[in-house]
């Protein structure tokens, strides 16, 4: 576990146990990952680090915007079908999550393939039948190659390349990224460990909570 992540996780503990209220999540505002706490009604909020807006199209052929996001939570990780080492760990966790969320209208999933030119509609329609990915609410999303890997550096900070020259690098994140309904990110979690997949369960709920 990253000391981020673990600074994190002890951060939240303590001030659960500092409050007698449901603790609220932090938010994260740059790439480091750094936990900062702002009060919901503060003007700070509206200055914060959100998703960029988007344009994907899902596994059975529908097109997925932040418009599809609006008024939800949702869990973003990026992945790919042929992928053999950290991706079946992960997506097995993430079923964990959609199961969880499964009569929850207010929580969606969105799983980004980094291999957009290979994983089309019609192989990520049979991966996810594979898969038994069944959720109306889990989206697997291919589309521009540019455009998800710009988003997934610039909005959900999912690697550390941050060189323009670079920024065509192969993209592998074992993150699991927690949105609100503001496209604010507020938790991020390594999605092969089991411990940080429940507690990822756990703050859904919480963010759940916020009005």
Known sequence: MSKTIFSFILSLILVGCKQKTVPSLPYFNTADFTPIWIA???PQITKLHSIS???FTDQNG?????RTTKGKIYVANFFFTRCQNICPKMMDNLKKVAEVISADTNVLIISHSVTPYFDNVAVLKK??????ITSQSWYLVT?????IYKIARKSYFADTVTSSAITSQFLHTENFILVD???HIRGVYNGTIELEVENLIRHIKLLEQEN
């Open 143 to 147: 589309g521009n190659k540019e455009a």
């Open 181 to 183: 309904k503001n496209r």
């Open 127 to 132: 991966y996810a039948k594979e898969k038994a």
């Open 40 to 42: 919901k009604n503060s």
């Open 62 to 66: 529908k097109t997925v915007t932040e």
């Open 53 to 55: 807006p988007f344009l």
